[in-house]
């Protein structure tokens, strides 16, 4: 298995240009199952995430090119309908193509999702938005079985609490179903209204995405697109936080300070100074340490998840205590036994974990949990005093494209050991 090996201690100084974010990528992926026209996706990224769905349309009879970052596919006829166990267990978003399938087919038989080991995960939300279509579900031997005879209909959907899959899920098959769909408690992430543009340029009629209430009147039939990623707000606030670990300045090329919503205004306060100019943002850090600053994660506009564990490291060597606390995944502090193996002062109870800031940490070989987390060990070993050595770089490849070479560009010393 492939590890990064990081010398920390080198300011960064340089541009790093932003991808399109991987998970506005695979739900707009999913939707050319709704068409058998050409849907074309500019500024795609290059992942392990983003090959794994291609591999599992390509079986459902996607034809697919992919040139650069230009994605184009195109779902002619649907030769399978059923997403199996293998293609859909290591990646949840590919659950995504339950609704495209039934709302295009009528029928479906998707494996139960796997994912990053965040918690539980299930996808209750998902099911019941559909069936509220009028889908017909029954689970089979870690399979759902799905159908809709007569097609899907709108309904009134009320989330219990929002979720970003099962409203992004909702949207897609509600854009072929007869008459209109009204969520409440909808997910307002950047994304979904990235998807929602892009139904929109297929003929869909999807209103409001990015408010609580959204609205899709069905059509009967979608066309193809043209339509553009929206740069990775995820990508963004990690490499902003890598200057407050390593100290420098970067210009973050298509960086977007409004896409990190809450997560902005709490990097200016630990002491980042973000500039948005025309083409992206200048980040540096003020003074020679972050300020510890409290967080609690929440959904679109608050604090995001995915952002927590880059922030704990951030933390690790701020000048005072900071609270974190995780209210989205029950299980989402991982990195924190990893970062303490680098001299971090993290107390976790529960969803909440007190971090004390030390002056510097050390380097140390340190085994990587799960896609951000990741992350959060990188930026730790270039602010680190020595050597880190981040094992299983597998989850980074899901999500960050051509980390190390964005990385090394900028003065950083950090190179892929590659494994057996
Ligand atoms: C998406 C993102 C992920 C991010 C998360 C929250 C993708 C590919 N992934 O994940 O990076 O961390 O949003 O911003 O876009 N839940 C249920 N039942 C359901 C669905 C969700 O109980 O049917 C729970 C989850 O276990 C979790 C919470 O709801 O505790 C939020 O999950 P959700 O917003 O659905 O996250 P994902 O869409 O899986």
Redesign the pocket.
């Known amino acids: 298995m492939d590890r990064l090996a990081i010398i920390g201690g080198r300011p960064l100084f340089g541009e790093i240009a932003i991808s399109g974010a ?3 990528a ?2 707009l992926m999913a939707a050319s199952l709704l068409t058998d026209e050409p849907l074309v996706i500019e500024n795609t990224p290059r992942l392990a ?1 983003v090959d794994m769905l291609l591999k599992l349309l390509a079986q459902h009879g996607v034809d697919v090119e992919f040139e650069g970052s230009t994605l184009k596919l195109q779902a002619a006829t649907i030769k399978s309908t059923e997403a199996p166990y293998d293609l859909v267990r290591k ?3 590919s659950f ?1 193509v339950l609704g495209p399938l039934l709302a295009r087919e009528g029928k479906a038989r998707v494996s139960l999702p796997g ?2 080991a ?11 938005a559909l069936a509220a279509m009028g889908a017909k579900i029954d689970l089979d031997e870690g399979y759902v079985v799905a159908s809709a005879t007569g097609g899907l209909h709108g309904a009134k959907i009320d989330f219990p ?8 899920h909702a949207i897609l098959a509600a854009t072929l179903a007869k008459g209109e769909t009204i969520l409440t408690n909808a ?1 307002r ?1 950047p ?1 979904i209204v990235d998807l929602a543009d892009c139904l929109n340029a297929m003929g869909a009629r999807v209103e409001n995405a990015g408010r609580s209430t959204v609205r899709i009147a069905g059509v009967d039939r979608l066309g193809g697109a043209h339509h553009t990623v929206v740069p990775d707000r ?1 990508e963004f606030g990690s490499y902003a936080m890598a200057v407050g670990a390593a100290g420098g300045e970067l210009f973050l090329r298509n960086g977007r300070i409004d896409l990190l919503a809450a997560a902005g205004g709490v990097l200016e306060e630990a002491g980042l100074k973000l500039t948005q100019e025309e083409n992206g943002v200048r980040v540096r850090r003020l003074g020679d340490r972050c300020r510890a600053v409290n967080i609690v994660t929440q ?2 506009p608050g604090f ?3 952002l927590q564990a880059q922030f704990m490291a951030l933390m690790a060597t701020a000048d005072g205590v900071s609270v974190i606390k995780e209210t ?3 299980n989402r502090f991982m990195h924190a036994p990893e970062l303490a193996r680098m001299g971090a002062q993290i107390s976790v109870d529960g969803q909440i974990a007190t971090v004390r800031g030390v002056k510097r940490l050390k380097g140390a070989p340190v085994m990587a949990t799960d ?2 987390a990741s992350m959060s060990l990188v930026l730790a070993g270039l602010g680190a005093e020595g050597q880190t050595i981040v094992n299983r770089v597998y989850h980074l490849d899901r ?1 960050f494209e051509r980390l190390e070479e964005k990385l090394s560009h900028c003065g950083a010393l950090i190179e892929r050991v590659k494994g057996d």
């Open positions: 991987k998970n506005s695979l739900k995430d990646m949840r978003a995504n994912g990053c965040i918690g539980a995960r299930p996808v209750d939300l998902h099911l019941k609490f929002v979720s970003v899959g099962a409203t992004e997910a992430e994304e995820i959904p679109h995001f998840t995915d989205i995944f029950e896609l951000r999500g």
